[in-house]
């Protein structure tokens, strides 16, 4: 019988259908803006991919061929359905559209292609982790709301650390100011019983004011503590030598490749180990676990304290990544689009790690499109990526189904 | 005898709750003072102890002039507190229906603007004008405000996610419009708003008193009072209040009862957006007489808080907005007074917040007894 139900194309529920045809949907209307808009611009946008070769893309032309594609794709979508490519033709197509989109703004001119995709991986540095502080607290059943918090005090002593005694020791003051940080919150959610929502929010204020306040009062009189020498990009050997992915992923600094260690840990953490197992265990179902034998406070306790570790390195991503020193409301909102990238990336380190990705070539294209003359205004462009996220989140993600326990408090049985 | 017991019993709770406030205030105030002692770098390394302390002293003793000490000083709390209030009851009535809502700053953004072209595009008669404003601002603030609601109750959407984006389009598209030559002040390239006309101003709460210009607080705030009357009202005498605050309580509930959860979803973040868009409203018309990009400032922020602090009650909600209003007009004070910077105001409000969230650590911390301990959650969580 099992045999049988496996071998005929799986049952799809309503919602599941009404998304592959919202799929669809999306790939015509992604054709139809790429044939009647992108292709309105002549010329020839040029992208630089190395300093010896720039790749010349005919922008209208360009335009009619990826309508084209992405016409016949939905098209393909909604007679029959790619299944379980759905995402991955997804993925495929909006990359092509970006890329659209990117000919017609740059028709005309040239663009450093190998700069842009250079600048979201580095951006999408302080998202990222702020995402795995995110999951690993939600995971264990603590919502952590206080991203944001950890992130801006992570910057703040990473800033003022790094200027005493050094970038290496900055980013151990960040990560210890980030566990601070969480301890606050571990002890107010665990032993405490305060609504987690609360008290997360209460953090992320009291960092604001706190580093604000301290940077006002402290660091302006004495900027000597607010230069903090940043780390420069390291090439790794041979793998920076490929072109385009050289520079794009191999000449970064070390956050980035801490990043990404972050995520293959935290997965494989997560879903290989004991200690993973029984994470998801408390984050599902405490009582549960707790009956056979997990401490459960305990390992909340241990979790929420690694999670602010990670959170303020990625704070201190900041003064020691990019602009060697703190500003006031240096990280302005960051951390809320983590947590966004936690939802966004159902929970799961690779999810965010992708959404991470997103923001962050939103940011890289943000930066590039001030020097292109597009004819539209530039606040409409600025709003794109929020917009595109909105559509993702309402038309494709949907319904997330977030760790059961997360929010409430645990009191073991009597 | 046994009710007289019973109401007795919810005095001394209500005493207890009291006291505990203050004791949390408190606790928030020494906090605070040890922040200030220990950032005042320059006494501590010349070993003026004394002077830092006495920094502390003038610091606390300007924010009570700041906020109480004076009528300007009144006036200036009840104009801090006006936008709070409105934004305050915005993110209460889509906690008590189990949704957060981050979007109170996109959502006065969109009241205040649309509030504000009544504003200018009319002249008079006021007693026309003031009111089709507002009301043209909590109706921009709801349409608004509807769109997460919509988005979540037809795709599961989560509305932390589509509040967040939606407030980020809300302060380009602001940026954009006050651009346009319909809204850009003709005399100027950046992007400032033309002035509300005289007649479309919200006139001067204190303006009977001549000579008085200093006394900027408007009749924003009977609006915000009314506006907690309102919510009171509906939470308490409405079929519809009482099915939101079921919905808050459990959802599955609710939905085995036969309400309408959809409904609900869109007509909270409704209720949400149109409170929130009288902020705005408030503050365009009231407060400045025209807009910024970013005249909505922090306070859709500072109103999570608020509605945290004010448990989503009505009234405590008010108290809350009210307290953070007058730590917002006695920071500026303190600011100039001392040199401590206005950025304290937010520490403290986050530690009054916390220690007030706290219960059990107040009652540990000082020892009272039988303080109730409170645990629950905000709002329904991630999940559907």
Known sequence: MSIAVETVAPMLSLEQRKRARNVGFSLILLALISAFFFSGRPGDAGFKLVDSFTLVLPSQPFARVLAVLLGALGAVQLYRGFGKWTNVVLAISTGAFVVGFLAWATSGGSFNLTGMLQDTVTRSVPITLGAIAGILCERSGVINIAIEGQLLGGAFAGSVIGSLYGPWAGVLGAMAMGVALSALLAVFAIRFRVDQVIVGFAINFFSLGLTSFLSQRVLTPHPEYNIVKPFTPYAIPLLSDIPVLGVALFTQTYFVYVSVIAVVLSTWFLYRTRWGLRTRAIGEYPQAAGTLGVDVIRLRYRNVWIAGAIAGLGGAWWPIGTVGRFDQNITSGRGFIALAAVIFGRWHPVGALTAALVFGLAEAIQLKMSNLDTGIPSEFLLMAPYIVTLIVVAGFVGRSRAPKAAGQVYEASK | ?384
């Not at chain 2, 969109?110 to 008669?125: C, E, H, Q, S």
């Not at chain 2, 005249?295 to 608020?306: E, L, Q, V």
Request: glycine share 12%.
């Open chain 2, 1 to 384: 005898m046994k009710r007289l017991f019973n109401s007795l019993g919810e005095r001394l709770n209500k005493i207890n709750s009291l006291k505990l406030t203050l004791l949390a205030v408190l606790s928030a105030l020494l906090v605070g003072a040890f922040i200030i002692v220990v950032s005042d770098v320059d006494n501590l390394k010349t070993g003026n102890i004394g002077g830092a302390f006495s920094t502390v002293g003038s610091a606390y003793w300007a924010l009570v002039v700041g906020s109480f000490g004076s009528l300007r000083a009144i006036s200036n709390t009840i104009n801090s507190a006006t936008p709070l209030i409105l934004c305050g009851v915005s993110v209460a009535i889509a906690f008590k229906a189990g949704l957060f809502n981050i979007g109170a700053t996109g959502q006065m953004l969109a009241g205040g603007i649309t509030a504000l072209w009544v504003g200018f595009a009319m002249d008079g008669p006021g007693l026309i004008q003031v009111p089709l404003a507002v009301i043209a601002g909590a109706v921009g603030g709801a349409i608004f405000g509807a769109i997460p609601g919509i988005l979540k109750a037809r795709t599961g959407a989560h509305e932390v996610i589509t509040t967040i984006m939606l407030n980020n389009m809300a302060a380009f598209f602001i940026l954009w419009l006050l651009k346009t030559n319909l809204f850009q002040r003709e005399d100027r390239t950046d992007p400032i708003s033309k002035l509300v006309s005289v007649h479309g101003r919200l006139p001067r709460l204190f303006g009977f008193l001549d000579g008085r210009s200093d006394l900027v607080a408007h009749i924003g705030f009977i609006v915000a009072i009314l506006a907690v009357v309102v919510y009171w009202w509906f939470l308490k005498k409405t079929t519809t209040g009482f099915e939101f605050r079921a919905y808050g309580l459990n959802a599955d509930a609710a939905t085995y009862a036969g309400m309408h959860v959809k409904r609900l979803t869109v007509l909270s973040m409704m209720f949400a957006g149109g409170f929130a868009g009288l902020a705005g409203a408030a503050e365009v018309l009231g407060t400045y007489g025209y807009a910024s990009a970013n005249f909505a400032g922090n306070i859709g922020f500072d109103a999570i808080a608020i509605a945290l602090l004010g448990q989503s009650t009505p009234l405590g909600t008010f108290v809350a907005a009210v307290l953070f209003g007058a730590l917002q007009a006695g920071g500026r004070q303190m600011q100039t007074n001392s040199d401590v910077p206005i950025d304290l105001i937010v520490v403290l409000r986050a530690l009054i917040v916390m220690f007030i969230a706290a219960p059990l650590l107040i009652k540990t911390i000082w020892r009272t007894k039988n303080a109730q301990v409170t645990s629950g959650q905000t709002f329904r969580g991630w999940g559907s």
